[in-house]
Each structure stands twice: as structure tokens, then as C-alpha cells.
């Protein structure tokens, strides 16, 4: 399981920098979350791959079982999918409002505009 996972972290990688380097916004902002969920998935899998109890103390124990597994990879990876959350929503409205406004969403177009029109 952890080469498949190992597999696809690299998939998600190489996925996520071909679309940035593409010359459209949405395909950068695509590959931007791409990449955000290689890099949840790299966090996923470094935190271990283990089929354990989950990290609870029941009632009269002081500390959790052996083999639990470690909460700190599922926090981190909870987080960043709140913020990645919120992020995709910014970029859909940016994505949005650079097509509305110049009517094409080629980075060269929008680099073009942004100096005034000369290069």
C-alpha cells in the first residue's frame, strides 16, 4: 500500500507542476490544487500507514494504547483541506473576474494588460 501511495504523491506532483507551467490561469490554478492534495496525501502517508486504534484514552486509562495511531498527520491534513478550501473558492473568483475583464485567460494576455500594453 505504501508504494501505491508513493506512486500516486509522484503522479500528483508531476500532474500539479505540468498544469502550472501551462500559459492559462485556470490550468495554474488547477494545478495549484493539484499539487495542495499531493502534498495532503505526502503528509498522509509519512504519518504511517497503520491499521491501529484510534488516539482516545477510554475511561480509567491514563494514557492511550500501543500502536495508536498519531493524530498530528490527521490535524494537519484537516487543516489544509479547510484552507485549501478557501483558496479554491478565491481562485474560482479570480479565474472569473481575469476572463471577464480581459477575455481570455492566457498569462501572457494578462502580463500583456498589467504594463500597459507594451511588453
Do not use: C, W
Not at 107 to 112: K, Q, R, S, T
Amino acid at each position: 500500500m505504501f508504494i501505491v501511495l508513493s506512486l500516486t504523491v509522484g503522479v500528483l506532483f508531476a500532474t500539479g507542476v505540468y498544469l502550472i507551467l501551462r500559459r492559462s490561469v485556470a490550468r495554474l490554478v488547477f494545478g495549484l490544487i493539484v499539487l495542495g492534495h499531493g502534498a495532503n496525501l505526502l503528509i498522509f502517508t509519512a504519518g504511517g500507514l497503520r491499521a491501529a486504534s484510534p488516539p482516545l484514552v477510554g475511561a480509567g486509562m491514563e494514557a492511550p494504547p500501543s500502536g495508536h495511531a498519531d493524530p498530528v498527520p490527521q490535524a494537519l491534513i484537516l487543516t489544509a483541506i479547510v484552507i485549501g478550501f478557501a483558496v479554491v473558492a478565491f481562485a474560482a473568483v479570480l479565474v472569473k473576474r481575469v476572463y471577464a475583464t480581459l477575455g481570455s485567460d492566457d498569462l501572457d494576455a494578462v502580463h500583456y494588460d498589467a504594463v500597459g500594453g507594451s511588453q
